[in-house]
DNA sequence: TCGAACTCGTACATGACTGTTCGAGTTAAG
DNA sequence: CTTAACTCGAACAGTCATGTACGAGTTCGA
């Protein structure tokens, strides 16, 4: 998790972060993960209010904008790295892409929105890098399913992938949108996939 | 088009606005749009410099950045609205529908990412109440295959709107990302909403 | 050709955000 | 209990965007 050089600025000479120094990263990334998963444009300061913490703390935890966007995405990346080790993913396919699609969707859906929020405070590049690794296991369950016979081969891998965050997030749309409840949703998702990737 | 009381500002006695501020306000029109649809955040020196056009230039037309974005929501609009007279929608509704979609996709892919980078100047409801003829078009289009036996039943109408707009800011992405040529793209788009609509 | 419409650059007032500094107070830790 | 880590507000400098005002020049239109 993380690294060693972590976007912390001050550190005790132990390498430990006092108690309350903690406590407080954990409420500013708490409260960032909230507002900038809602809305783009998000300012440090609003961030350091809602966190119930002074703008000067927050900046000496992380140095800019930019850093806090870089530890808001990669706490969410290892939630989610963290997410998949819970999941089934044996057996069929289809069941197990099911089951993926029913216990993270509404974790895919945040990180998405996260990501569509914090473009312009972080580089594309490192984006790609960080998110990488997560679309890679939804591929290769993916290919799992092509080669099985399970999923279709008429259409390019990296299309199947890229529709199920589409639908993923254009589900979120519909619930906020109030077209679609919470409990529907990750049915509809689930018919919807079954019926893009059957062969 | 439009209306009486459009964004303008300044006009002759007459009603009539003078052939270089109409052609000014054209190329205007044309940098924001090319600018808008491209990245959000973009500013109104910005639009002016890439019009060719000084900012107090662009001021006299387009009292606020609000009445420019509304204005170039608006031009998208009404050009889409165009476009949609000159598309068969007789027939089969599945035949029908990839008609549309090949024909109109790039049109409502560039609505869309205009839409997306419009959002926080102008008002949800505005834009909302603006896109909305479009959506029942392609509504009514959807419901007609439905009563016709041609589409699925088991999901929500607005649904399976919802995810062919989706699905078409997914292609966008994916030709932007070089995963998907433009020839393929209008092709992999129809054969996954037959996949996802058909019964 | 004459006047009104239009354009332009420059300049100004205003406001929002970022990141830093300072000093004084508070709190955890050994 | 004593020290170092931490927090806080206030204040400052720098940047960037918006929208307005002015005055002089250019261009359309009748």
Redesign the interface.
Known sequence: MADGKTTASARRPSGQRRADAQRNMDKILDAGLKLYSSR??VSVAEVAEAAGVGRVTLYGHFPSRTELAKALMDRAFEETEAAWEGVDTSGPADAALARVVREQWHLMERNRNLRDNV??DVSPQWLRARHDPILRRIEELITRGRDDGAF?T???V??LV??L???V??AS??ITAG??TAAEAPE?LV??LR??Y?T
């Open positions: 783009p444009g473009i312009g279709r008429d259409l390019p990296s299309w890229t529709s965050y589409s639908l997030h254009a749309d519909e077209r679609l509809v018919a919807s019926s893009l059957r």
